[in-house]
């Protein structure tokens, strides 16, 4: 067993059972919505049921890998800031349900892809997404709104860089 593994064993048995049994629960709560969530989700569902945190908060740990062996969530390769705010806007991994693995659902508005509608796959140096057709137009015409923003503004600084330079402005006078 490896130094983290035991770690994450110890911190596992210092919480109480009762934390252990009803995050596992809301774990697959939350699997069972179907889509992506981070344990800031979880954690805000037992904040809201009342239950007492453990002493150690990396026993969630040990619930996310317990979820997993149970065939219930898999890690996935993102992450996103953390809103909670102990985790001091780190980056936290987003798991995502084990029956959503094999079914393309839209990135950014979560709809269910049938296996013969068309979606966008697109990459860029941030992330990689899979857009809906509805969606990939949206964010099409939103990239194309920058451009052109950026586009001017480009002409507006060329037009203020070529300023005649030899004339004497109020300043210098």
Same mark, same amino acid.
């Given at each position: 067993m490896s130094g983290k593994e035991e770690a994450i064993d110890r911190v596992e048995r210092g919480a109480s059972e009762l934390w252990k049994r009803t995050a596992l629960k809301a774990v697959k709560w939350r699997a069972k +919505?179907?889509?992506?969530?981070?344990?800031? $989700?979880v954690w805000a569902?037992? =904040?809201?049921?009342? !239950? =007492?945190p453990p002493r150690e908060p990396r026993a969630m740990g040990a &619930?996310? @890998?317990?979820? !997993?062996s149970q065939?219930? &969530?898999v890690a996935t390769d993102k992450t996103q800031i953390s809103r909670k705010g102990t985790n001091n806007k780190r980056p936290v991994r987003v798991w995502s349900p084990l029956?959503? &693995?094999? #079914? +393309? !659902?839209c990135d950014s508005c979560?709809?269910?892809l049938p296996e013969d509608l068309e979606f966008h796959q697109f990459h860029s140096i941030q992330e990689s997404s899979v857009l809906c057709l509805a969606c990939y137009e949206a964010w099409k015409e939103y990239k194309d709104f920058l451009l052109e923003k950026?586009? =001017? #503004? @480009? !002409? @507006?600084? $060329? #037009?203020?860089?070529?300023?005649?330079?030899t004339k004497p402005c109020a300043e210098d006078e």
């Amino acid at each position: 067993m490896s130094g983290k593994e035991e770690a994450i064993d110890r911190v596992e048995r210092g919480a109480s059972e009762l934390w252990k049994r009803t995050a596992l629960k809301a774990v697959k709560w939350r699997a069972k +919505k179907g889509m992506t969530f981070t344990t800031d $989700e979880v954690w805000a569902d037992l =904040e809201g049921a009342g !239950v =007492e945190p453990p002493r150690e908060p990396r026993a969630m740990g040990a &619930i996310m @890998r317990k979820a !997993v062996s149970q065939g219930v &969530i898999v890690a996935t390769d993102k992450t996103q800031i953390s809103r909670k705010g102990t985790n001091n806007k780190r980056p936290v991994r987003v798991w995502s349900p084990l029956t959503a &693995i094999n #079914q +393309k !659902v839209c990135d950014s508005c979560g709809t269910a892809l049938p296996e013969d509608l068309e979606f966008h796959q697109f990459h860029s140096i941030q992330e990689s997404s899979v857009l809906c057709l509805a969606c990939y137009e949206a964010w099409k015409e939103y990239k194309d709104f920058l451009l052109e923003k950026v586009a =001017e #503004q @480009r !002409v @507006r600084l $060329e #037009q203020r860089n070529n300023v005649d330079t030899t004339k004497p402005c109020a300043e210098d006078e």
